[in-house]
């Protein structure tokens, strides 16, 4: 079975501009999150997303950050413009509906803002 | 949303069982407990779930006394590879009640 895969591996930008991450999760997954992980913190959940519905998105920083889920598998999460606090290891994880916890985690997009 | 407190670091010898323990002070009726492991650069890994009682799996066990306050993530034998980072989480089935990640327990394996 093939895991949750994300691109890029690694991106570098400088401050004010714009950076976009894709996800795609394990086939038949209906439920799919990003995370934030901060160096040396736990992963922070931006949102939640059940199909294409948005489940949570209440630590998702709305005046920069998007996160779009079209037709219930692939996803995308955008920064514009990005900070320096914005530096961090993105993660996507996916999960099948109605098994709680386990949850599958790509290798992350590691994201350096200049 | 039920946080927890777990230790921030941890060593152990090689071959030793380890025992982490996590808080949950505030675990409601529906929230399940599921550990993850991570390793420097790779995300998080699954390791065991449980709701009370004594789960075991190839990897691990579990114990969680009766009133689930807290809970035991038991590794046996512990090898120089199980040096990892590993978090404990509370939540309920479906929603974002689950995702409360913490600062995790730092385990390193000694020779």
């Known amino acids: 079975e093939a895991g949750v895969a994300q691109s890029p591996r690694y991106k570098i930008i400088e401050k004010r501009q714009s950076v976009a991450f894709w996800c795609n999760p394990i086939s038949g997954h209906a439920t799919l999150y990003w995370y934030q992980q901060i160096l040396g913190q736990g992963p922070k959940l931006l949102i939640q997303f059940q199909n294409n519905g948005v489940v949570d998105d209440s630590q998702l920083p709305k005046d920069r950050f998007s996160a779009e889920r079209l037709k219930g598998v692939d996803s995308t999460l955008k920064i514009q413009p990005a900070k320096l606090e914005d530096s961090a290891v993105y993660l996507c994880?996916?999960?099948?509906?109605?098994?709680?916890?386990?949850?599958?985690f790509g290798p992350g997009t590691r994201l350096t803002v200049l | 949303l039920a946080k927890t407190t777990q230790p921030i670091s941890m060593d152990s010898y090689e071959g030793q069982e380890v025992n982490i323990t996590c808080s949950h002070n505030?675990?409601?009726?529906?929230?399940?407990i599921t550990w993850y492991q991570q390793f420097p650069s790779q995300g998080p890994r699954f390791i065991i779930q449980?709701?009370?009682t004594k789960v075991t799996n190839e990897v691990a066990s579990l114990f969680i006394p009766a009133d689930r306050k807290s809970s035991t993530l038991s590794l046996p034998r512990v090898s120089l590879s199980d040096t990892a980072v590993y978090y404990c989480l509370v939540g309920g089935i479906t929603g974002a009640n689950n995702l409360f990640f913490g600062t995790g327990t730092r385990l390193t394996v000694i020779p």
């Open positions: 449980g709701y009370k």
């Open positions: 994880a996916s999960m099948t509906s109605g098994r709680a916890g386990e949850q599958f």
């Open positions: 505030n675990i409601a009726t529906n929230d399940y």
